[in-house]
Nanobody, 126 residues
């Protein structure tokens, strides 16, 4: 069992930045592929970014490419999502997720993941 706890959300103005963190329990963090998803009000949860076990491979949804960066620190059992140039349409609850396999394309589906955090709210004001 893996427990995931997100932090770092908040209220920011358009063009601002936030860094989300997802701390995990256990000593097997490096054996998990990690992902970030988000759910905007009235919408379904959508994929944002993913990173493989070593951090050598990352994948992003088109709408965040060039603005968001996913990274991980296996020594700290933590995955990060650096979000720059934020837009109002980035407003959502952001979830981190852990999975054991890397499936194409970029582990970008809900069913690629086995464990989920509770989410952290990100609000971008215009």
């Amino acid at each position: 069992q893996v427990q995931l706890v997100e932090s770092g959300g908040g209220l920011v103005q358009t063009g601002g930045s936030l860094r989300l963190s997802c701390a995990t329990s256990g000593r097997t963090f490096s054996s998990y592929v990690m992902g970030w998803f988000r759910r905007a009000p009235g919408k379904e949860r959508e994929f944002v970014a993913s990173i493989n076990w070593s951090g050598s491979n990352t994948y992003y949804t088109d709408s965040v490419k060039g603005r968001f960066t996913i990274s991980r620190d296996n020594a700290k059992n933590t995955v990060y999502l650096q979000m720059n140039s934020l837009k109002p349409e980035d407003t959502a609850v952001y979830y981190c997720a852990a999975g054991r396999r890397w499936r194409l394309p970029g582990n970008s589906y809900d069913y690629d993941y086995d464990y989920w955090g509770q989410g952290t709210q990100v609000t971008v004001s215009s």
